[in-house]
C-alpha cells in the first residue's frame, strides 16, 4: 500500500514542478539558473522515498566549470540532482525531449540536446558548448558515464566532459553521490542516509587532447574513491540509527 501511495505522490508532484517549472523558466527567458532551481526541486522528493539526503558543496567555488557526476538510475533524480548549482545547464541526450512533461521543462531550463548516435554531430555539439561556456559564462553539468551503471560501479568515462573543458580553458568539477544500487524499497517507510558531495576543482590547464587520459583516469579515481569513502560513512550512519 505504502509504494502505491509513494508512485501516485511521486508522479502527481513530478508532473507538477514539470509544468510550474516549464512556465517558470520560460517567464525568465531560459535563464540557465532555471536548471538549477527546477533540480533542486526535484530533489525535494527524496523525502516522499524515505531518504535522508545529505548534501556537501565545496567551499565558495561557483565560477564556469564542467560538473561530472555519477550516473546510477533513476533515482539520480531525487538525490544528486540537489547538487546542480546555479548557471548550470546539461547535456542529454536528444531522445530526452520525447518524455511527457519532463521533456517540455529540460528544454524550457535551456538545457543542451545532443545528437550521441552520430560521433560527427556529438563532437560538433561539444565545440558549440565550449564556446558557450567562455562567451556566457555558464557551467555545464555531464554524467560522464554516457549511461545509469545500474549497481554495476563506477563505470568507464567517455571523453566528452574533458575535451570541452580542455577546450573551454575551465576546471572540472567532480559531484559523487552514494551507493543507491537496491538502496530504495518504496514499501520501506525509512530508506535510510544518502550523502552527495561536490569535490575540489581539478584545473585543466596542464592537459590537452594528447594527454587527456590521464585527466580522465584522475577524475575516475577521485570519485570511485570518493564513492567507497561516502558509503563507509553511510554504513556507518545507518548503524548508528
Partial sequence: MLKILRVIAVVVVA???CLGGTIYALLRGRHPSSTGVVARMFGSLHRLLGIRLM????????????????????????TIASM????????????????????LVYWATGNIFIHREKRSSAINTMNQVGEIIKKEQI?????????????????PFKTGAFYTAI??????VPVVCSTLHNKVDLNRLNNGVVICEQLEPIDTSGYSRENMGELIAKCHALMAAKIAE????????????
Wanted: charge should be positive; glycine fraction near 12%.
Fill in 15 to 17: 508532473i507538477a514542478i
Fill in 55 to 78: 548534501t556537501r558543496h565545496y567551499g565558495t567555488f561557483n565560477g564556469p566549470a564542467i560538473y561530472i557526476g555519477n550516473h546510477q538510475n533513476n533515482y539520480d533524480m531525487v
Fill in 84 to 103: 546542480v548549482p546555479e548557471r548550470t545547464v546539461s547535456v542529454g541526450k536528444r531522445s530526452l525531449i520525447w518524455i511527457p512533461f519532463f521533456g
Fill in 139 to 155: 557551467s555545464i553539468w555531464m554524467f560522464p558515464e554516457g549511461t545509469r551503471s545500474r549497481g554495476r560501479g563506477l563505470l
Fill in 167 to 172: 577546450s573551454a580553458g575551465v576546471p572540472i
Fill in 230 to 241: 561516502l558509503d563507509q560513512e553511510v554504513a556507518e550512519l545507518e548503524r548508528q540509527g
